[in-house]
């Protein structure tokens, strides 16, 4: 059972141009969402979170939308740079240290 | 800067084999985590430790164990290694005091033929 679901597994967008990342989780428990983004051959890094008393959070070029009735989450990007492509994980946790994290989303931004 | 090294990038074992894969944090941690990362699969958690000495099972422990005797260490043990062990490892630590942000070492890509 995928708590924490990332439908789309690539996206392609022109540099400059919005990036839009989906993620939707069934548990309504869950209070805290994080991104993370993966370069290969390197581990994941931390971008950005948001607690499930907000409904955006931004910092920079990256803002996090949640969607609490819906269940859904979305990460913007703008405007997109070719040193964005990567493969972008969103993670889940109901106020512990377990996090579920959903099956990435390979964004590649071409110049 | 948060520091999570992990000690073999890649490594390739028998079937059958015992394999101990290292982790070592220097932010003085209380949390770690070991997951793998498999297409289509995203990161799962097999371990994770809150202290040393203490450990939880993830979703995936079958076939794993852990040992925590340093508060900086993380190790994650497979007793007989199998060929669906063939993936990619990563470690994780976090503070109990801050937010819950994870850091993760480079992984460790493990190949079991």
């Known amino acids: 059972d995928q708590q924490v679901k990332q439908n789309s597994p690539s996206l392609s967008v022109q540099e400059g141009r919005i990036s839009i990342l989906n993620c939707d989780y069934t548990?309504?428990?869950?209070?805290?969402f994080l991104w993370y983004k993966k370069y290969p051959a390197e581990g994941p890094t931390f971008l950005i979170s948001?607690?499930?008393?907000?409904d955006k959070n931004e910092d920079g070029r990256f803002t996090v939308f949640l969607n609490k009735s819906a269940k859904h989450l979305s990460l913007h990007i703008v405007p997109s740079q070719p040193g964005d492509s990567a493969v972008y994980f969103c993670?889940?946790?109901?106020?512990?240290?377990?996090?579920?994290f959903g099956t990435g989303t390979r964004l590649k931004v071409l110049a | 800067d948060v520091k999570v090294t992990q000690s073999s990038r890649y490594l390739v074992k028998r079937t059958g084999e015992k394999v101990f894969l290292e982790c070592v944090q220097d932010?003085?941690?209380?949390?770690m985590f070991w997951y793998r990362q498999d297409p289509g699969l995203g990161l799962r958690l097999i371990y994770f430790?809150?202290?040393?000495?203490?450990?939880e099972k993830g979703d995936i422990p079958e076939g794993y164990s852990v040992s925590r005797e340093k508060k900086e260490r993380f190790s994650l043990i497979l007793e007989s290694a199998s060929t669906n062990q063939t993936s990619m490892y990563l470690c994780?630590?976090?503070?109990?005091?801050?937010?819950?942000?994870?850091?993760f070492g480079p992984g460790t890509r493990l190949t079991v033929t």
């Open positions: 994780a630590s976090s503070s109990t005091m801050s937010s819950y942000e994870q850091y």
């Open positions: 548990n309504s428990m869950f209070d805290y």
């Open positions: 948001i607690s499930s008393i907000k």
């Open positions: 993670a889940a946790t109901s106020g512990t240290y377990k996090y579920i």
């Open positions: 932010m003085d941690h209380e949390n």
């Open positions: 430790s809150y202290d040393v000495k203490m450990k």
